[in-house]
């Protein structure tokens, strides 16, 4: 390519100057010298594309004029002969199809012509402005007349150019790829419908069991596809992904296709999956070294230059510094070392299907019509954003504290949700079909604070949502608006903040990854435990940019990362490695799975950070390819607050570390989270990493909430 640099330069120096010259004939140089830039930008693609690595895998030629380069490029050059030089894609389909029978060309290959006739088409253009360029000056006035009346190679080429640049590559692919064809007899129907980031995943997977084994692509895949078939009629086959042939391609059924293609894998890849499978033990080992490392390098420093008196406040300062800086290194160096873990996904972005049915809903305390008027103007985006006939936008709400059950102004309150649901409805409804709804709660009496107030807040509203998806029991709802029958119907429900944004299309893509086969939950009836698949998806949520510059301190802390592990997704080393999230309380989960994970699993009033703990019981994935935004605290007051509410929940975790835990139904049970869970879920140490000041002033020194709506021993 660098041939072609140079060659460049000097003949954008000639064409100017012949472009002065009166008796320079053709419009060719005006063709040229117009579309350098393209000329320059197809260069630097193929500089970056086109590497030795690359070519080297592609098939050769073996006989003929063309022994030793690779076959796709001599088919660039006769593709390009016969469309005249003017790059037509049915002439290469044609080709390409021809030899489907007979020579199939593999995936690299398909991948490659976009590439080769692209270099092709600049090969000739140069190599037709050069032989111009010196025949030029040589020729006699009658000679440049019959010279024009050649084709413009400079033009077609370059018209090619702009058509290979037009082409939908992708669409050309996976109409004439074998690969494609095989792969698309799926015996669980699923891989047709996925979106092509996924196929091409599936694809690649068979392009790199290929190279290392003794079959061609096509052998690979069929590989694949019997041994989907035959865990389809298996009727002892463990859940509903082992029948789906990317169970054998990306899922847990890797191992047996490697088998039966006879693969041994390379010792690099042993002992990576050696790691892999320690990496619980790895992991902590080697977060224990490196905190250990960080905590003694002051104290030594301290005794070394002291004495032992003056070594005990070091280290009960850098104790706390030691173990989130370590935790910070492991997790970074994870993120360096595995390629993140992008979940399967089925392709909903022209509509969901019917059989995936979702609730959108907003879950929140009203106190004032300012309350109703933003929290009904954050639905109606929601719905903007995210359009589709197979999910309801809805609010659940509740009303703040009061002494007696009912107060003056609850009826004024309730009448304006009403209205405000029933006037969207109005708005959008088409075909039937209207997009809201609204479901409220009544107070009950709490003996613990002698006030009216809603059972167990925020997780009180979706349990029994959740049980009226699954039952169709009201429990304590008492006003609705909507079509709330619809709603029984739905298998997934989307849970958001009042400040959350939902961004176009996340809905049908955390619904698409959800959808998945590999991602479906399947869980044991009896324990609830997901054995497989997840029943929550984590999106990543970044805080909202306009709200993030609304103040010096909003500038300054909103994006401080490190150490808030609960406002913001926690590193992707947790998903990478371990293969599971946090759940932060904002994300799409299985209803299904949802309620019986947590069956008999949270006490009544015991648990504040709830989100948390029904992350863990029920299995979470974060998402990291899909965002929601959130706002950011606008002051340290609110700031302030929030973070001593998250601190009281997390004590209330404590007695989840131990070998027997507390349960709904009263008695002590076998604790079932593993030591990851126990030690990574922020508990009293995460407490302490977000905010030691606010840890040891509010929780040791026993100081009320600043907050009058938090100061319940268990209520958020």
């Not at 400040?499 to 299309?505: A, E, I, K, N, R």
């Amino acid at each position: 390519m660098s041939r072609f640099d140079k060659q460049l330069d000097r003949t954008h120096q000639d064409l100017l100057a012949l472009r002065n010259n009166p008796s320079a004939a053709g419009p060719w140089i005006d063709w040229y010298i117009d579309n350098e830039y393209l000329v320059r930008r197809v260069l630097q693609r193929l500089r970056r594309d086109l590497s030795a690595s690359f070519v080297a895998h592609l098939p050769q030629l073996i006989s003929g004029p063309a022994t030793g380069i690779p076959r796709v490029q001599d088919m660039a050059r006769v593709v390009l002969e016969l469309s005249e030089l003017k790059f037509d894609q049915n002439v290469l389909e044609v080709l390409v199809l021809e030899l489907r029978d007979s020579a199939p060309l593999n995936t690299a290959e398909l991948w490659a012509f976009p590439l080769f006739l692209r270099y092709q088409a600049l090969k000739l253009i140069q190599e037709e402005v050069h032989h111009r360029i010196n025949d030029l000056k040589a020729r006699t006035e009658r000679e440049r007349m019959v010279d024009t009346d050649r084709r413009d190679v400079v033009a077609d080429c370059i018209q090619s150019l702009h058509r290979l640049q037009r082409t939908n590559w992708k669409t050309f692919f996976e109409r004439t790829s074998q690969v494609e064809l095989l792969l698309g007899q799926d015996p669980a129907g699923a891989y047709k419908q996925m979106d092509f980031a996924t196929r091409d995943r599936y694809r690649t997977r068979v392009e790199q069991l290929a190279r290392r084994s003794q079959l061609d692509e096509l052998g690979v895949a069929r590989c694949a596809l019997e041994l989907a078939n035959d865990a389809q009629k298996d009727e002892k086959a463990n859940g509903v992904s082992a029948g789906h042939v990317g169970y054998f391609l990306i899922g847990e059924g890797y191992r047996l296709l490697e088998e039966k293609v006879s693969l041994k894998p390379p010792v690099t890849t042993r002992l990576r999956r050696w790691a892999i499978d320690r990496r619980l033990r790895l992991y902590f080992s080697a977060l224990a070294v490196v905190a250990t490392v960080l905590f003694a390098l002051p104290t030594f420093y301290s005794v070394y230059t002291g004495n032992l008196l003056h070594a005990i406040p070091v280290m009960l300062v850098v104790i706390v510094p030691a173990l989130v800086l370590a935790s910070v290194l492991i997790n970074w160096q994870i993120t360096l070392w595995i390629p993140p873990r992008v979940l399967p996904k089925i392709d909903f972005s022209r509509g969901i299907s019917s059989d995936h049915k979702t609730a959108v809903c907003m879950a929140l305390l009203v106190g004032k019509q300012s309350d109703i008027l933003n929290s009904l103007e954050q639905l109606e985006k929601h719905y903007l954003a995210n359009p589709d006939h197979q999910l309801r936008f809805g609010l659940l709400t509740g009303l703040f504290d009061a002494p007696d059950a009912t107060t003056l102004k609850d009826q004024q309150l309730l009448t304006r949700l009403d209205a405000g649901i029933a006037d969207l409805n109005k708005r959008y409804e088409h075909e039937g079909h209207a997009p809201f709804f609204w479901m409220h709660r009544a107070r009950c009496f709490n003996p613990h604070e002698a006030v009216w107030m809603e059972w167990e807040r925020k997780r009180g509203k979706l349990k029994e949502f959740n049980h009226y998806l699954l039952t169709g029991e009201l429990g304590s709802f008492t006003h609705t608006s909507g079509d709330i029958e619809w709603l029984r119907q739905a298998q997934y429900v989307i849970t958001l903040d009042a400040d959350t944004v939902l961004p176009v299309g996340g809905a049908q893509r955390l619904v698409g990854t959800i959808a998945h086969p590999l991602n479906q939950p399947v869980w044991d009836e009896k324990t609830g435990e997901v054995l497989s698949g997840f029943s929550i998806l984590q999106p990543r949520i970044e805080i909202n940019p306009v709200t993030a510059t609304r103040n010096i301190f909003t500038r300054i802390f909103s994006g401080d990362r490190g150490l808030d592990l609960y406002t913001l997704a926690v590193s992707d080393a947790y998903q990478d490695l371990f293969g599971e999230g946090i759940f932060t309380g904002k994300g799409l989960y299985h209803v299904g799975a949802f309620v019986a994970s947590l069956r008999n699993a949270v006490p009544e009033e015991a648990v504040l950070s709830h989100d948390l703990f029904e992350g863990i019981h029920g299995r979470t994935a974060l998402v990291s390819d899909a965002v929601m935004y959130e706002e950011y605290p606008p002051e340290y007051l609110s700031f302030s607050r929030r973070l001593h509410r998250w601190i009281r929940g997390d004590w209330q975790l404590l007695p989840w570390l131990w070998p027997m835990v507390p349960s709904e139904s009263g008695e002590k049970l076998p604790n079932r989270l593993s030591g990851l869970h126990r030690c990574s879920s922020p508990t009293i140490f995460s407490a302490a990493f977000r905010h030691p000041g606010s840890y040891f002033y509010f929780s040791w020194a026993g100081l009320p909430c600043p907050d009058r709506h938090s100061t319940g021993r268990y209520w958020r």
